[in-house]
């Protein structure tokens, strides 16, 4: 047992000061006492995923989100994750550590940019990529993650033309994918997998000529064409724990996490470069001062969280519902410990 600091403990930095053991200890402490679950996204540093509840990709996290029994729940991830679980948990008290904690990509798209293309084009359908904020999903007509795009555009009548918002990349693999054509995207990326090239794949490659090549559809299309497998980050993980050699195009504190967990397989970050500093702003330190004074607390305004509830529902009906997910199994050994992805 931890002995209590006497320290006076209001900011982010007061908490920076404290020993690890403390952090994790305080951070178990409070998570009881407020019946808080903490939910944490795999590119989370593995500090914040060793004391997650659940690791897992969007998806995942999404439906754990609207089928906890918790009463708080702190998200480890970027601001549309916790937006997500606001939207379809409503009545919990949903916090992020690090308000700046952004996706870069979800800011490309804003609601008047939306309805401007609408106008041009009222007849589509709006497939918002769950990488966008609460008030760009109130315009969609559905979301859909790195995990089941392909599904949900498929769920669209063929006549209908769609808007595709924010990702073009994801867009153009959905494209390929589907066969459709009347797919117009959004001109928005991902600058971590956006950023990562074709040299670099090749390199990896003749270094590693065995390895299977996964890779995440936020990539661009010379890389997805290359790939062994195109998958969610979830996807990444399973397959890490199914074969012995992969060479993983991701951001890279996927792979290093999955380095740790089985350090006798060849897991090789296809670019070292591959790094979103928006995940890596939430630490335990913020956590810990984020269960303690219960901030940042997401507020989204009712008319916004009501149809961008409708948008994600119809994506989770599409996806084995917004039960828990299936298939999470707890972590081998770690009684308490994570459920989701089965790392860390
Ligand atoms: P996943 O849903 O595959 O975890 O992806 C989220 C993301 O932001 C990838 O950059
Ligand atoms: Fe956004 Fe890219 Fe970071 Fe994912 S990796 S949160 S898409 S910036």
Redesign the pocket.
């Given at each position: 047992m931890i002995a209590p600091s006497h320290r006076t403990l209001e900011t982010p930095l007061d908490y920076a000061a404290l020993p690890r053991e403390e952090l994790v200890e305080r951070i178990r402490r409070r998570k009881a006492e407020r019946n808080a679950v903490i939910l944490g996204?795999?590119?989370q540093r593995v500090e914040i995923q060793e004391v997650s509840d659940f690791l897992?990709?969007?998806?995942e996290l999404s439906q754990e989100a609207a089928a906890t029994p918790a009463e708080v729940i702190v998200f480890c991830g970027?601001r549309f994750m916790a937006e997500t679980a606001k939207v379809l948990s409503p009545r919990k008290t949903v916090l992020m550590p690090d308000l700046r904690a952004g996706?870069p990509?979800a800011d490309m798209v804003d609601a008047p940019g939306l309805r401007r293309l609408k106008a041009r084009y009222p007849d589509a359908v709006v497939v918002a990529y769950?990488?966008s904020s609460a008030e760009v999903k109130a315009e969609a007509d559905i979301c859909c993650?790195?995990?089941n795009a392909v599904r949900v555009v498929e769920s669209v009548p063929p006549d209908r033309p769609i808007l595709f918002v924010p990702d073009r990349n994801l867009a153009r693999y959905v494209r390929e994918r589907t066969g459709r054509t009347n797919i117009i995207a959004w001109d928005g990326y991902?600058h971590?997998?956006d950023d990562m090239v074709l040299e670099e794949l090749e390199r990896a490659r003749r270094e590693h000529p065995g390895a299977l090549v996964v890779i995440?559809p936020?990539a661009r299309k010379d890389l997805l064409e290359r790939a062994d497998v195109v998958?969610?980050?979830?996807?990444m993980v399973r397959l890490a724990q199914e074969h012995e050699a992969l060479i993983i195009g991701?951001?890279r504190g996927l792979v290093d996490r999955l380095r740790q967990q089985f350090p006798h397989k060849t897991l090789i970050p296809l670019s070292g470069a591959a790094v979103?500093g928006n995940?890596k702003l939430n630490t335990l330190a913020k956590l810990a001062w984020s269960l303690d004074h219960l901030r940042y607390e997401v507020v989204l305004e009712e008319e916004i969280r009501a149809r961008a509830e409708a948008s994600l529902k119809k994506m989770l009906e599409l996806s084995g519902g917004w039960g828990r997910p299936s298939g999470a199994p707890a972590l081998a050994g770690a009684p308490g410990g994570p459920r989701g992805c089965g790392c860390a």
């Open positions: 996204h795999n590119y897992g990709d969007s998806l970027v996706c990509m769950v990488n993650t790195s995990a991902c971590v997998h995440h936020e998958t969610s980050t979830s996807g991701t951001e979103c995940m």
